[in-house]
Nanobody
Framework: QVQLVESGGGLVQSGGSLRLSCAFSGSTFSIYAFGWYRQAPGKQREWVAGISSGGSTNYADSVKGRFTISRSNAKNTVYLQMNSLKPDDTAVYYC?????????WGQGTQVTVSS
């Protein structure tokens, strides 16, 4: 069974940093692209960053220059390094991938940024 499991969320002060991890299992990690999304209370889920199977990255304008997405094919893990965090970054963060024409999501990890 293919799974995505996020971890690394928590409570951090404004200006601080966190690194989220998304562990993948059940298939061949290296051939898939991955994305990070977030959903704040009362808001729609929004795309944050993406990384291709070859390592190309792109970012939402709201996080460009502050967040970095990366992957380790050796560890079957996708990362989201978040620096200069702001209260507006408070949300549940999810990773996802399209596996065999189906969108697969993890359970999410809560990030709370205090002012």
């Amino acid at each position: 069974q293919v799974q995505l499991v996020e971890s690394g969320g928590g409570l951090v002060q404004s200006g601080g940093s966190l690194r989220l991890s998304c562990a993948f299992s059940g298939s061949t990690f290296s051939i898939y692209a991955f994305g990070w999304y977030r959903q704040a209370p009362g808001k729609q889920r929004e795309w944050v960053a993406g990384i291709s199977s070859g390592g190309s990255t792109n970012y939402a304008d709201s996080v460009k220059g502050r967040f970095t997405i990366s992957r380790s094919n050796a560890k079957n893990t996708v990362y989201l390094q978040m620096n200069s965090l702001k209260p507006d970054d408070t949300a549940v963060y999810y990773c996802n991938s399209n596996i065999a024409a189906r969108w697969l999501w993890g359970q999410g990890t809560q990030v709370t940024v205090s002012s």
